[in-house]
């Protein structure tokens, strides 16, 4: 587990907890009482776009939630998150937060683990393509109705030319958290940051049927030349891969380079929850 995660506070203003996930480049953070380290629930990035009318983070995050403790074994560690599709799990002892627990914190025991598993077994995720040349608001459809976080992407001859993911629009909107403060207007304490304009961005991503977005295509945004792995690459290898760059999914292509699939970290992991 990660310990001593960065942690947001009850009572706090989403405004605060957006602040915090800016200047850390969060994507989820457990909540605890103020003055206190006691659990009382658990925000993500997703929580804050999916609630853009809310204000206060006890209204914002997800109370009661799942959780881990700190002797649990990782295989059931991974057995919880693929059973609930949880990302983030806090660890608990004693009724204190002491840590957190992420696919990317699994993805070591994977490597020790998966010897002479081929990636072709695990990757049963959907795997969503988009045309290279298609206009950027069908990315945000795409990305809204089939629930994945990343499209491979394809040329006119239906070749793997790139792949984006959420991260990749936000950044090239300036709406994600890694997007520095100054360009967020959050540089200082004393800085002004009108909270309706991030609501405003926070309904441009949810509500893309009234979006008046630029036309520019998925080709200016995505990530071309993506990192792959072929259907036989041992899935060990592709944990390896994964942990080194911080990359949450990878294509898979066949000996032609053919795109076959996507695998996500959650599908690596399951090879964990299996036992």
Known sequence: MTHNPIVATIPSSRIDVLRMMVRHNLTGAP??????????????????????????LALVMKRDPQYLDPETPVEEAARVMIQTKETHLPVVEDGKLVGIMTPTDLLYDVEKKASGIPVDELA????????????????????SVSKVNALPVLDGTGRLNGIITDRDVFNKFHIHESVTEQDMGLGGEDDFWSWENYRNILRMWY???????????????????????????NV???ARMMRRNDFGQLPVVDSKDNLTAMLYDMDVISILAKD
Do not use: H, W
Not at 31 to 50: A, H, N, P, S, Y
Not at 209 to 218: A, Q
């Open 31 to 56: 909540v605890v009482k103020r003055d206190d380290d006691e659990l009382v629930g658990m925000i993500t990035r997703r929580d804050i776009f999916d609630n853009p009318e809310e204000d206060q």
């Open 124 to 143: 049963l995720s959907p795997c969503v393509p988009i045309y290279q040349e298609a206009p950027l608001i069908v990315a945000f459809v795409t990305f």
């Open 207 to 233: 509500e893309v049927s009234k979006i008046d977005m630029p036309m520019v295509p998925v080709s200016s945004v995505m990530v071309r030349s993506p990192t792959t792995v072929f259907k036989k690459t």
């Open 236 to 238: 060990s290898e592709a």
